[in-house]
């Protein structure tokens, strides 16, 4: 009895495991039909057929935004830097002050100078009274020609040493007013590159300055392409930082390349957008010649994020295509993959020309 409910057990626990598998399976699942994908319908709206056109290809070339007038304003003598009395991103006029430095010994040597010369011309006006004494009393035979020699001596010695300390004088002014320190040009402060109580050296800078309103662009061409421009020739221009587009003029072109890259280096005279700075990265757009290009209405272009699609008719049915875009002519835009000459495009009725 007991191998008897063992043997029930068994066939129990299979048949449970049977109907499990067949659960999971499907096998207990009511049958359903398979959906059928319905069939498109043929393109009735407008059409646009895909037409090649010459288009003046173009080379982008890297530069950069430079100033045209920029300075960096440097000590002449040796002393300390006590006040510095402008900062970064500050407008200065042209022989605005712009730092001080220490003249304390100056002043001092400017004084000693100033005495000397006063003693000097003292002692060189009674000079002269004897002289002018003595050459009276030697017409009357009074004294000796050579009493006038020496006294005459005195008086050229006293006159070369006022020409000297004079200009000592004038030099130690000078050195003195090296102590202010002031903006050679109007312009923007770039960079304050000391601070006060730093000893200066002659010919280390303070400051940077640069005239915001004389901006140039700044690249370097093939020499190929260099040939082909000349002074004055408008060129378009892109600022990427600003998102604006600007129209150049090439005002230099260096006539000695590059002996690494062997390119030129050309110069832009732009009229500088608001925003614009020395260093920014620009884009300069160089024509070259004419090559076909396929070109379509920029309205039958659809973006998706950063994707450019349009809609076109194969075999009677509107599918979407991905394409790769060129530069942009005015209503029209430059298909530079994804699309054929006498492709037919969709045109949907919103949009229809």
């Known amino acids: 009895m007991h191998l008897v409910n063992k043997k029930w057990v068994a066939l129990g626990a299979f048949a449970a495991l049977g109907i499990l598998l067949a659960t999971f399976s499907g096998v207990l699942d009511e049958k359903r039909k398979p959906l059928l994908r319905a069939k498109p319908e043929p393109y009735q709206g407008d059409q646009y057929i895909v037409q090649a056109q010459p288009v003046a290809s173009s080379d982008i070339v890297s530069a950069s935004v430079v100033a045209r007038e920029n300075t960096l304003v440097a000590s002449r003598i040796l002393a300390q830097l006590q006040t510095l009395e402008v900062r970064a991103g500050q407008l200065v006029k042209q022989g605005q002050l712009l730092a001080t430095l220490d003249g304390a010994e100056l002043r001092a040597a400017l004084q000693e100078i100033w005495a000397q010369s006063k003693a000097n011309e003292a002692q060189l006006l009674q000079a002269k ?148 700075k020395p260093g920014m990265y620009a884009q300069i757009t160089l024509p070259t010649e004419l090559v076909s290009r396929v070109v379509v209405p920029r309205q039958l272009v659809y973006q998706t994020g950063q994707l450019s699609m349009v809609y076109v008719v194969e075999q009677g049915i509107k599918q979407r295509r991905l394409i790769r875009l060129g530069r942009q002519l005015n209503d029209k835009v430059v298909v530079l993959s994804g699309l054929k000459s006498g492709e037919i495009l969709a045109v949907t009725p919103s949009i229809s020309s």
């Open 129 to 276: 009274k004897q002289l002018t004494r003595s050459d009276a009393l030697f017409a009357k035979g009074l004294i000796a020609k050579n009493i006038i020699d020496e006294r005459q001596s005195k008086v050229d010695e006293l006159e070369a040493r006022h020409l000297a300390l004079s200009e000592q004088l004038n030099g130690a002014q000078v050195a003195l007013s090296y102590t202010q320190l002031r903006a050679p040009i109007a312009g923007l402060v770039v960079e304050r590159l000391q601070e006060p109580g730093v000893m200066l050296s002659p010919g280390v800078p303070i400051v940077e300055i640069f005239n915001p309103a004389s901006l140039q662009i700044s690249g370097a061409v093939r020499s190929n392409l260099a040939g082909q421009l000349s002074i004055g020739e408008p060129l378009q221009v892109k600022l990427d930082a600003l998102g604006k587009s600007v129209i150049g003029h090439v005002s230099e072109i260096v006539p000695v390349a590059d002996s690494l890259a062997r390119q030129f280096e050309i110069k832009l005279d732009i009229t500088p957008p608001k925003g614009a």
